[in-house]
């Protein structure tokens, strides 16, 4: 039989650098479409979603997943940045707050550097968001872990500077 070769992306030498390669490539579209071109909104309807959604692939050792993450951000920031549209903001808001539940660590570390970058991106187009991040940041602000304080600290301190008030009496 005449089988074409199938592409083993459970190998990390190949999935690794394969998932990278793609979400430089988004970002880059994201960057550079600026008259909306590629991105129009039933492209961002179907990757939003595939793109929060890989802070949960922990395929890889951690070199791997800061780089994938950092990737991510840059998705997030550039599709943001030329898509202002308040329902793309509200969707990823809510993925990524989803994301911030989950029972993975890292996985929550990494859902609330993607809230800060999409809360600094989007300044005060971000306003109308907070109330529904507030029960989930309250959620986070409970873990023990030091690093989600970190970064929720940093996450809290920009919010209080966006509202021009403090938090905590929201928490």
């Known amino acids: 039989t005449n089988q074409e070769p199938q592409l083993k992306i459970d190998d990390p030498k190949i999935g690794e ?4 390669a793609i979400l430089s490539t988004l970002s880059k579209c994201f ?6 071109t590629f991105v129009n909104n039933d492209c961002i309807a179907l990757i939003f979603k595939p793109i929060v959604n ?28 030329n898509n202002r549209d308040e329902t ?27 809230l800060h970058r999409l809360v600094l991106t ?16 309250a959620d986070l602000s409970e873990d023990d872990s030091e690093q989600i304080e970190l970064q929720l600290k940093q996450l809290i301190m920009d919010i209080e500077q966006l509202i021009g008030e403090p938090i905590n009496k929201y928490l």
């Open 17 to 20: 650098p394969l998932v990278q």
């Open 31 to 36: 960057l550079y479409d600026l008259n909306g």
């Open 54 to 81: 890989q802070i949960s692939n922990l395929f890889g050792n951690d070199d791997d997943y800061q780089k994938r993450l950092e990737l991510i951000l840059q998705c997030i920031q550039y599709l943001i940045q």
């Open 88 to 114: 793309l903001i509200k969707d990823f808001n809510y993925q990524i707050l989803l994301k911030s539940q989950d029972s993975n660590e890292k996985v929550k570390i990494s859902a609330i550097k993607l």
């Open 122 to 137: 989007c300044d005060e187009d971000y306003l109308p968001f907070i109330p529904e991040a507030m029960p989930f940041i």
